[in-house]
Nanobody, 122 residues
Framework: QVQLMESGGGLVQAGGSLRLSCAASTSISSINAMAWYRQAPGSERELVAAISIKGITYYADSVNSRFTISRDNAKNTLHLQMNSLKPGDTALYSC????????????????WGQGTQVTVSS
């Protein structure tokens, strides 16, 4: 039931960078897993990156080596650093937290933010 609020989206040119943030209403240090998802028009929601309570990370093949997920426990904030952006990265990016049951890569998140739009122009 943690409340999540994303920020940092915007319009960038291909090859540029953006840093997304997800502010949580409560401490995130005890949350079993957090993740970033994205969904483009006409496409299904895709798991982009995830981080476990122990700091283990997962990245989708499409973003691996370009995106970095991190957790700032002191500020109760999750980040997604996105470099070398491509037009195909254009989507609504949403933050998720707390899985119903453990899988890796994670699934079944209980809490979701409203999303922040990322648009990459060519």
């Amino acid at each position: 039931q943690v409340q999540l609020m994303e920020s940092g989206g915007g319009l960038v040119q291909a090859g540029g960078s953006l840093r997304l943030s997800c502010a949580a209403s409560t401490s995130i240090s005890s949350i079993n897993a957090m993740a970033w998802y994205r969904q483009a028009p006409g496409s299904e929601r895709e798991l982009v990156a995830a981080i476990s309570i122990k700091g283990i990370t997962y990245y989708a093949d499409s973003v691996n080596s370009r995106f970095t997920i991190s957790r700032d426990n002191a500020k109760n904030t999750l980040h997604l650093q996105m470099n070398s952006l491509k037009p195909g990265d254009t989507a609504l990016y949403s933050c998720a937290a707390d899985t119903k049951r453990f899988y890796w890569p994670p699934t079944g998140f209980r809490s979701w933010g409203q999303g922040t739009q990322v648009t990459v122009s060519s």
